[in-house]
């Protein structure tokens, strides 16, 4: 009764609104008074008003909207003219919300307007795209826009230089893909001179179909990786046992008591592998070992359940596909290919091993960052999506969006038809079969929506025995993924596409489609959100054109079988559900649909689950990464340097000024690490017990840098700046892996009645407070074991080991040569190795 009276919290947002479309439509007449030259002079003075803080970017919105309108209308050949929603969408992404746009409503236009008022900042936007392609096309199209109001822009996309991204980046407007972006952010957090950084600080994106990239893919964290040290010769041994393993039956969750009948239990919900008591033993005896839980077999436990998992849980042309003798992980929202990710903790070579293709050596994580965290760096931040109103409580909950509903330009005239329910998959996809045939026959078009490779091979294979023509759109053919998606609204065409890749590609209807009904949708089974399945009904539809969507389902599809309850079946057997026979049952499909709303539930708390472990890494992300800029873009480091010197040296004091010096065996272990840490044999007074530590450090620091200075000569500033970069980055390496570590084994602490996320910030922090101990030290060492032994270029010194890294640009790594240094030769054959690596020297540079 309140919304009938007051209306939504959505429709009185969009009332507020009006006043400032009024505006924008009575500018009209006036900016189309204007000569084209007089489009960037606006611009122009406009930035200066905002520089020079004279005008807010709110002041500017109703003039600069208005000018982008009548610049639509001139740059664009045919005129785009945005239409008042279109100005909704723009207001609504300005302010830092996600706008709710049905399929065809022009959404790339519409951020042309929020783009171009927050250009005039002068710090730069980005529009974040799905794939390569999108961001290419997109930034091509709206270009003839930004160029006709005199604004620059970029693209980003895989395989750029440096120098072509610094350039792209200081545009007014880059557009991109998520992962380049996020890339970008961790290459530059890995980069040695300031003058190789590319991008500038994170200041306003819009994310295009946003529900896919902070949704879908937030599960999922960006990692560059380089070679680690562990063997991967194990794998294939134990692939070889796998089909040896026998598994358990399905039993009653109701019966506590029931026992496997197997050697390992699959949960395929959570997938999930777990060794029976029989498993155990088998694998034992076929691996020769004596107790599979022994400390020294737990990498060998490690790498049986991984190999399991890649047979029972990873399906050929479902999640993978091989492809030129490489495993090649699917998109499970898109169907897209993603070329270059990897599945971590051996997971991706046992699925090699599995595939008989060639196991790559596993990699040691050296930067990552989840997209939620990502993206939160933003000073704002903004979506468009044809579906995001169903996950509107995660969007407000982890990022602080709101969604706003945008209402569309034509009436929604579609007809969705209510789900047909068969009992076996059979018989469902003889009926989809038969339906695409008809509307074939009828010349309608018909899009047909699939959740997996394999399904869409399936149906392929049937609509080739009834002799209909058709395209197929998955990952093994998305070099074509525009073009399909272009020609799906002409008349006789069958598109089938997995999960509805294309997103992005508008579909007009061809030549006397209206009158056949417009494009008709068939979804050949239930995604587990029911976003996915709007996204497949929305590609009909659009702009007031007519159009008609149908699901189809079987009682042991996987979202039925898995999720839905027991309930469900009892009402099919109720309604008397025959072989061959469909119900249409508005009942079932609200049965439906709250399975659907408890998997969304599901796969919301792992989200969380994920965002608050990686909420303790962000936290030491951001110290360490801050003080990499600190370190990279400071004059002289030689301050910071100083302080860690100091604090080192307080340290190693304290044991023998706390005894005063009067222990002998004290003060000599004291002068030790003096001399293994700062090189500094000939200082044999040292320490004098009569000073204060603090005093007594300071004094030293003098002379341990004044030596330093005198030994390196001009060098000192770079060599200083690169052993204390390098030590911070080879401490995070081994760092992350320790928390890696952490994470993988916090979860039993539960079972000791404690909080895992608790336990996991407690022993985070111990951790981090010993890597900043580490840094320091392992610098400080390097630095002063350090000794010049032939003339040095004022070429800097290059990052060790950067050409090994996923994911970086190579061509940057190999421009600096490192200079020509020794480390000095007098280091025991058993203390830590000067360079910094923590292992011995004679195991390192002493081998």
């Known amino acids: 009764m309140l919304k009938m009276l007051f209306g939504s919290k959505n429709d009185r947002y969009l009332k507020k609104l009006n006043p400032i479309i009024e505006q924008v439509n009575a500018l009209e007449p006036q900016m189309e008074a204007l000569s084209d030259a007089d489009f960037p002079a606006r611009i122009a003075e406009w930035k200066e008003q905002v520089a020079a803080g004279e005008k807010t970017l709110d002041d500017l919105l109703p003039e600069c909207f208005a000018l982008v309108r009548e610049a639509g209308r001139r740059a664009f050949d045919p005129p785009m003219r945005h239409f008042d929603v279109q100005l909704i969408g723009g207001m609504v992404l300005h302010q830092g919300k996600i706008a709710e746009m049905k399929t065809g409503e022009g959404k790339t236009l519409v951020a042309t307007l929020a783009v171009v008022l927050n250009a005039l900042s002068g710090k730069g936007v980005h529009v974040v795209t799905v794939n390569d392609y999108l961001a290419a096309r997109d930034a091509e199209w709206m270009g003839q826009l930004y160029n006709f109001l005199g604004l620059t822009y970029g693209v980003i996309v895989h395989g750029l230089n440096d120098q072509e991204r610094q350039a792209a980046y200081a545009a007014d407007i880059t ?227 709101e969604v706003i509903v945008i209402p569309t330009n034509q009436k929604m005239i579609r007809k969705d038809n209510p789900d047909a329910i068969y009992k076996t998959q059979e018989q469902k996809y003889q009926a989809i079969a038969e339906d695409i045939e008809d509307c074939y026959r009828r010349g309608q078009p018909t899009l047909v929506g699939t959740v997996s490779i394999e399904k869409s091979e399936l149906l392929s294979h049937l609509l080739k025995k009834r002799k209909v023509p058709h395209n197929v759109l998955n990952a093994k053919q998305h070099e074509r993924e525009a073009e399909i998606v272009l020609e799906a609204g002409q008349k006789k065409k069958v598109t089938i596409a997995t999960n509805m890749a294309g997103r992005g590609t508008d579909i007009k209807l061809g030549e006397g489609v209206r009158e056949l009904g417009g494009l008709h949708i068939i979804g050949t089974e239930r995604h587990e959100s029911r976003r996915i399945d709007n996204q497949l009904r929305g590609r009909s539809g659009r702009q007031g054109d007519p159009g008609s969507s149908r699901f189809y389902l079987a009682l042991d599809d996987d979202l039925m079988r898995l999720f839905g309850s027991d309930r469900l079946t009892g009402i099919m057997e109720k309604l008397g559900l025959e072989d061959g026979m469909a119900i249409e049952n508005k009942m079932v499909s609200n049965a439906i649909e709250k399975s659907q709303t408890r998997v969304e539930g599901h796969h919301y708390e792992i989200r969380k689950q994920l965002l608050e472990y ?173 000794r010049i032994e032939a003339e040095v270029k004022d070429e800097e010194f290059k990052h060790e080991g950067s050409e090994d890294l996923e994911y970086t640009d190579h061509e940057s790594a190999k421009e600096k040569k490192p200079a020509t240094v020794k480390k000095d030769p007098k280091v025991s054959r058993n203390a830590p190795c000067p360079c910094g690596s923590g292992k011995k020297y004679k195991k390192c540079c002493g081998a």
């Not at 360490?624 to 370190?631: A, E, N, P, V, W």
């Not at 530590?693 to 060599?719: C, K, M, N």
């Not at 570590?741 to 922090?765: A, C, S, V």
């Open 175 to 401: 557009y991109g893909t998520n992962n380049e972006f996020g890339f970008d952010y961790l290459r530059d957090n890995m980069k040695f001179y300031k003058e190789q950084l590319v991008q500038r600080p994170l200041n306003f994106a819009i994310v295009d179909e946003v529900d896919s990239i902070l949704i879908d893919e937030a599960r999922t964290p960006l990692i560059i990786s380089g070679p680690g040290e562990k063997s991967s010769g194990l794998y294939r041994r134990i692939d070889a046992i796998v089909p040896k393993l026998k598994k358990s039956s399905p039993t009653d969750p109701e019966d506590k008591d029931a026992v496997p009948d197997g050697d390992f239990v699959l949960d395929e919900k959570t997938k999930a592998i777990t060794l029976t008591d029989a498993g155990v033993e088998k694998i034992e005896k076929l691996l020769e070992v004596d107790n599979l839980f022994d400390p020294q077999n737990i990498s060998l436990q490690h790498h049986v359940l991984q190999a399991v998992k890649a047979h029972y849980c990873f399906l050929k042309d479902v999640e993978y596909i091989v492809k030129d003798n490489q495993v090649v992980l699917v998109d499970e929202f898109t169907g897209r290919l993603m070329p270059g990710r990897r599945l971590s903790d051996g997971l991706h070579q046992a699925i090699e091993a599995k595939e008989n293709v060639k196991v790559e050596a596993e990699n040691q994580t050296l930067a990552s960052i989840t997209f939620q965290n990502f993206f939160r760096m933003y000073d704002k931040l903004a979506g468009m999506t044809g579906t995001a109103d169903t996950e509107a409580v995660e969007f407000n909950q982890i990022y602080g969006l």
């Open 614 to 786: 990686d909420d303790v890494m962000n936290q030491q992300r951001e110290a360490i990464y801050g003080l990499r800029h600190d370190l990279m873009k400071a004059e002289t480091v030689e301050e910071i340097a100083r302080e860690y010197a100091t604090d080192l040296l307080e340290d190693i004091l304290e044991p023998a000024l706390a005894m005063k010096g009067e222990d002998q065996e004290v003060v000599d272990s004291v002068r030790a690490r003096l001399e293994e840490v700062f090189n500094f044999e000939r200082f044999k007074e040292w320490p004098d017990v009569s000073l204060p530590a603090r005093e007594q450090a300071d004094a030293w620091v003098e002379e341990i840098f004044g030596y330093l200075r005198a030994s390196t000569g001009d060098h000192y500033e770079p060599i200083l700046r690169y052993f204390l970069l390098d030590s911070l980055d080879r401490n995070w390496k081994e760092h992350l892996l320790n928390m890696d570590h952490l994470r993988d084994g916090i979860g039993l602490r539960g079972y000791g009645q404690k909080d895992p996320k608790q336990e996991y910030k407690r022993e985070g922090f111990a951790l981090f407070s010993e890597l900043v101990y580490t840094i320091k030290e392992n610098a400080m060492r390097a630095f002063s074991h350090l």
